[in-house]
């Protein structure tokens, strides 16, 4: 199962964009990156997904590098709810749906 | 709609005693995946269930065990329990259980103590 890479942990500052990086080296041609986010005492929540091109959502955009070794999820204006654990995650055909979880960015929204 | 609920929401065992926690999956999702996140750590994949039959275990024993019903609700089982199957067990259901692109949708889940 190819790995990823993130942050431990973030800041921002309410109303700003955030970028949050995610490096995915070992990534293979059939590999689509999701990011999903835990809000203190929830299970996770899907948040986006994309395999080539950058997408967009209601909830955030996600950039992908053009040779897929790197994504970046931004979320372009930060609120207090968006306090969170955010996980990058790679999702294939031969994992049989199930989600690898790395250690995730926690990120810290300040007023 | 309905999401994902889980029951019971918090549970205190002692260890050697078993345990049965319950999902329901959202409507229209065949598939149920389990995951047992400890304490600061991110969730860790414990089995899926598709249309009834296992499809895909984690690197958990046999003591963990699992149901999947016609309604395509279930149950994770875990006999013998040991201290450190302290966790938070979390359900997911979705639409497919190999699908490269189907999101997830993540129950609250179920605080599990072992004393």
């Known amino acids: 199962d190819a790995k990823t890479t993130q942050p431990n942990s973030m800041e921002s500052n309410e109303e700003e964009p955030v970028h949050l990086p995610c490096n995915h080296s070992?990534?293979?041609?059939?590999?689509?990156i999701h990011w999903y986010r835990q809000l203190p005492s929830q299970g996770p929540e899907y948040v986006i997904h994309?395999?080539?091109s950058n997408v967009n959502n209601r909830m955030a955009s996600l950039a992908i590098a053009e040779d897929r070794k790197s994504s970046t999820l931004i979320l372009h204006r930060a609120t207090l709810r968006d306090a969170a654990v955010y996980y990058c995650?790679?999702?294939?055909?031969?994992?049989?749906?199930?989600?690898?979880f790395g250690q995730g960015t926690t990120l810290q929204v300040k007023p | 709609e309905t999401g994902v609920t889980q029951s019971p929401t918090h549970l205190i065992k002692t260890r050697g005693q078993q345990v049965t926690l319950r999902c329901s999956s959202q409507?229209?999702?065949?598939?149920v995946s389990w995951y047992q996140q400890a304490l600061g750590q991110g969730p860790q994949f414990i089995f899926q269930?598709?249309?009834?039959?296992?499809?895909g275990r984690g690197n958990f024993p046999p003591r963990f065990s699992g149901l999947q019903f016609p309604n395509y609700s279930s149950e994770l089982n875990v006999n013998a329990l040991e201290l450190d199957d302290s966790a938070l067990y979390l359900c997911?259901?979705?639409?497919?259980?190999?699908?490269?692109?189907?999101?997830?949708?993540f129950g609250p889940g179920t605080r599990l103590t072992v004393l």
């Open positions: 994309g395999l080539t």
């Open positions: 269930y598709y249309r009834e039959e296992e499809n």
């Open positions: 070992t990534i293979s041609g059939t590999d689509y």
């Open positions: 409507s229209g999702h065949n598939t």
């Open positions: 997911a259901s979705s639409f497919s259980a190999t699908s490269e692109y189907n999101e997830q949708f």
């Open positions: 995650i790679l999702k294939g055909s031969s994992n049989t749906g199930k989600l690898i």
